[in-house]
């Protein structure tokens, strides 16, 4: 299952060609991360796999190690929000890589569900560390984490162009 | 009346001392601003002041002329969108004095609604002139837009520190 | 006299009808009144104004409490950085008002000089508070720095549109 | 052989763990690509590759197909621009690999020249397509473009985490 996170797009995401810019794309990619993996008192409802406490003087905060992105059409304004399909590539023993496709949005949809299957604008994989805020290096995923986790575990994302 | 908007923080708004950068505030407002008075294919439902056609081949756009803002109170990042109070201060013959106050938000609230009176985060006006996209030159408001807009005329928004 | 300082543009700041869009203009003003008013390691020699130590541990830094802008002429991307003509208009007790042009730059130019007198592309004022970093508290404006920025104190900038 | 471009940062690189943030790395990058590649009237002379006309009524423009990133050390604020270290990967027939390494700057530098193998902040790949303005698609990498560019094709980048 991914978890299917909408991401309000801004007028000024657009570059001079009129579209999302492609910088601009991981902007959007990283408040769907940010949505799914950060508790966050202001949340209504926790996402399921939000077990992460950051902010200072939390535990762990994490570190951006690899990106990988693919654009595949060209992304116009729209008030509907988009919809990111979220989802773990793989765990390792201290990282994760996280999917995402970046779809057209609803007005509404659920949380937790499979793929649509329709094409994306973007496909892109990024690799966090874990890591511990008071030594500064990574620390290993806990139990508690994998099984937050684990029921949105899939086949890791394939690039078409490498 | 105001009209109340709502408009996502992102987390990249932040700025290195942890708050929404006072730069980031005018972009929160832009978003405010083109969701009240633009018309656009993809809303569900038009705001009551959207009769502004843009885009390519609208026969209108918009000129920012002017900017006013006092900032208040350091906003933090939250989940939950704020809430943008929006009105108009002054109808002139091109131009208008859009005001507005960014407050705390709430899951859900009335799009047209009095104040609240809280005190908010940042209150600012800007000053847009209406633009003939083929001339290039200011333009006459039309009568049906000071229809549109004659429900959200409020007193002009005024600071406290000159 | 006034600080010239150059200012480097990036594409990334034309929004979609291809200007430097109205919020970044306050985004460049920012970075030029940081590299004027900021000790900073790094800099080869430090600007004659930059007798404010920030950062982690730092003893103070500063609150934007106000802005105003007004918005003279569209500017197109260039390579050439932007020239900021950047003088205090007035030093309070414990807050300054920062007052700014923006020019087209040049190759090379002095970093005190008098205006040109040519016709800006926006001009605008912030008024920042000073702040003790270990209360949180506005604090008064030194002796010291009231010495190093008299050199660039000068008539406060008047808007022609209020 | 690299070009070797100076980029300068802004403070609002930044984000809230007060280094620059993982999305806005690609940003330095892109401004980077396009001092490299855009012929633009501004520039003082020309960058040797710059051989891609753009802007409205260009005949060519391109688009962004895929990028890839490796994050090796973190970058905090700093006043001497980065040095962008820039070459050719790979040449197809419509497409082309831009590598970068991201390095501390220095006060001058010379514009083409071989790498000095210090660790980089950062390491990536851009495949850009080139495309005909007037069809939209794809097109043909021209002999004086091939030509224009062979003096900065080195190996293409390789990256530690896959």
């Not at 077990?51 to 060209?74: C, D, K, M």
């Not at 929000?81 to 765990?91: M, S, T, Y």
């Not at 890589?97 to 509404?108: F, I, K, M, S």
């Not at 937790?112 to 995923?141: N, S």
Request: charged share 25%; glycine share 6%; proline share 7%.
């Amino acid at each position: 299952m991914r978890l299917h996170i909408p991401v309000s797009l801004r007028w000024s995401d657009l570059d001079a060609y009129q579209h999302v810019n492609n910088v601009e794309m991981f902007g959007l990619l990283q408040e769907a991360r940010i949505t799914a993996f950060w508790k966050h008192d202001d949340a209504e409802e926790p996402w399921p796999t939000a077990v992460i406490e950051t902010g200072p003087g939390a535990p762990s905060h994490t570190f951006v190690a690899h990106q990988e992105i693919e654009y595949l059409r060209p992304l116009a304004y729209t008030r509907t929000p988009v919809r990111v399909e979220l989802w773990i590539g793989k765990i390792g023993g201290a990282s994760l890589d996280v999917c995402y496709e970046l779809h057209d949005g609803a007005p509404r949809f659920e949380r937790l569900a499979p793929t649509t299957g329709d094409e994306p604008y973007v496909r892109a994989v990024t690799t966090i560390v874990l890591v511990d805020a008071g030594t500064g290096k990574p620390r290993r995923i806990s139990a508690e984490e994998r099984t937050a986790w684990e029921g949105i575990v899939e086949e890791p994302l394939k690039f078409r162009r490498r």
